[in-house]
């Protein structure tokens, strides 16, 4: 039965309130079983499975509707070349929207998935530094003050109103 609660909204039946929520199934769960001996963390991200071995983040699980399903690779640009030799299914992913990417794909539909897959875990698991980021570290590179510089004067568009009137109290 439902019942309003204090604040006037519906409350859901006793027996939701308790029910379980179904988890979506790991995608391509091979890849996992495969770094577990570097005992990997995974988190929610884009609407997939991030996989962390320590600080950094190395691959993303993902398999749902549209395109770039399979395993995405953290990388960098200046890897790309490098990583195609060993992984020549690898390709941008197209969903970020920009032409290349730091992040990249081995597709689920290519032929030899499960083998590049498993060749990036055996990368990973060799400690290769061309696979791998630790999450903020870019931004904290351009938020950091360059040495020397001072700090931004404060911006007042000329002829603002705001800057010739003074504030209300309240």
């Not at 190395?58 to 398999?63: I, K, M, S, T, W």
């Not at 290769?128 to 700090?151: L, M, N, Q, T, Y």
Request: with cysteine; glycine share 8%.
């Amino acid at each position: 039965m439902t019942t309003r609660s204090r604040g006037g909204r519906l409350a859901p039946p006793a027996d939701e309130v308790f029910a379980v929520r179904k988890r979506r199934p790991v995608p391509h769960e091979f890849v996992l079983e495969a770094l577990a001996p570097l005992g990997p963390e995974t988190r929610p991200l884009f609407g997939c499975l991030a996989v962390y071995v320590g600080e950094k983040i190395v691959l993303a699980l993902r398999d749902k509707p549209g395109p770039d399903n399979g395993v995405w690779l953290a990388t960098t640009e200046e890897h790309h070349a490098a990583l195609r030799r060993d992984l020549p299914s690898m390709r941008s992913i197209e969903v970020l929207g920009k032409a290349v990417t730091g992040w990249q794909v081995l597709p689920a539909d290519a032929p030899d998935f499960e083998e590049a897959a498993l060749r990036a875990c055996a990368l990973i698991e060799a400690g290769d530094p061309r696979i791998g980021k630790v999450p903020g570290e870019k931004r904290k590179k351009r938020d950091a003050p360059r040495a020397g510089a001072s700090s931004p004067p404060e911006k007042i568009a000329a002829g603002s109103n705001a800057a010739k009137r003074p504030r209300a109290r309240r």
